[in-house]
């Protein structure tokens, strides 16, 4: 359990990470600040980072690159255990 926890948390600090990087861009291109694009941003982070983070056993800097990178890295993955290029990053 503390492992998804630890997910979890670097997974969302990734997400809060590249949402704090958007809002610095939206700011410095004067636009409005999108707290729900922000929040979801985060969420998704969450989300991937712990996905990510149980197919690589756990590793927090794996979480936490993964809720940055969000959906992106989902799609990446996806990519190489279709081509079977996979090998060597699951460990049972």
């Not at 959906?71 to 081509?83: N, Y």
Request: proline letters at 0%; aromatic letters at 14%.
């Amino acid at each position: 359990m503390i492992d998804y926890i630890t997910a979890a948390l670097f997974g969302g600090l990734g997400g809060v990470v590249r949402a704090l990087v958007g809002f610095g861009k939206a700011m410095k291109n004067k636009k409005k600040f999108n707290l729900v694009y922000f929040l979801l941003t985060s969420f998704i982070g969450i989300v991937v980072g712990v996905i990510v983070g149980m197919m690589l056993n756990y590793d927090w800097r794996i979480s936490f690159v993964s809720g940055y990178a969000g959906t992106d890295v989902l799609e990446g993955l996806s990519k190489m255990f279709k081509d079977g290029k996979a090998y060597g990053l699951i460990v049972k």
